[in-house]
Structures are given as C-alpha cells and as structure tokens.
C-alpha cells in the first residue's frame, strides 16, 4: 500500500526547517493572507496546483518537493543507510548544506521584515503625534 504524501504538512515542515513564521508566509503570499488560512492550508492533504507553485516560490523550495517528500520514506532510507556496512567507507567531502544556506536566506528576510515593521511603528507614531498637534 502506497502512502500518501500529505502536502499542506510539507508546506508546515518545509516552513518550519525554514524558520518562516505562518504570518511571514501570509505577508509573502498576499493581501487576501492571513495567518489563519495558512492554518488552514497547511491541513489540506492536497493543495490546488497554481496555490502550489505559489507557496513553493515563495518559500524556494521545488513544488516537487513539496508533492513527494514522506517523512516515513526518508527515515526508512536513512535508517537503511545507518544500518547498512555496505557504506561505511564513503566520505562526504560536500561541506555546503543547501538547506543551511536556504535558512541564512530566509533568516537574512525576516531581520528585513523586522526591520521594516519597527520602521513603520516609528512612522505611525510621529504620524500620531503630529496629528495630535493639529
């Protein structure tokens, strides 16, 4: 029996390895976002194709990543591999983890969003201000 590959808990994994909050994802997708339909999306077995590219541009990552990782599959390899004597002589010379550079990335983006957010809290108060000297 094939397991099934349950989308909108990839977007949640794939988010959360990421370090992306639920309301970054929302600001990144658009106005008609909010942090309750990612909720919402990310317990969707199956996500509509063009929200799909949507989510998976946003987020860098391949759509078919999303559509095919399987936790379980992955631990099986990976416990396979441990397990397996076959492969102990072979040596990772490959120090550059992707995934660690897709986070700075994405650390890199929400130090600008936090940014931009205290930004716009120090304009509405001298907005506030000014208004209130009127």
């Not at 959360?16 to 994802?25: A, R, S």
């Not at 076959?86 to 990335?105: H, S």
């Not at 716009?120 to 201000?129: A, I, N, V």
């Amino acid at each position: 029996m094939k397991h099934k590959i349950h989308q909108g808990r990839n977007v949640k994994r794939f988010r959360e390895m990421l370090g992306i909050k639920q309301e970054v994802l929302a600001f990144d997708l658009g106005e008609d976002w909010n942090q309750k339909k990612i909720s919402v999306l990310e317990q969707k077995e199956v996500i509509d194709n063009a929200l799909l590219q949507q989510v998976s541009k946003v987020l860098k990552i391949p759509v078919e990543a999303i559509e095919s990782f399987d936790e379980q599959q992955a631990i099986n390899i990976i416990a396979n591999t441990i397990t397996n004597n076959d492969n102990a002589g072979i040596i990772v010379t490959n120090n550059i983890n992707p995934m660690q550079e897709i986070v700075k990335l994405h650390e890199e983006k929400i130090a600008l969003y936090e940014r931009m957010l205290k930004e716009k809290d120090e304009m509405m108060t001298r907005l506030e201000k000014l208004i209130q000297t009127k």
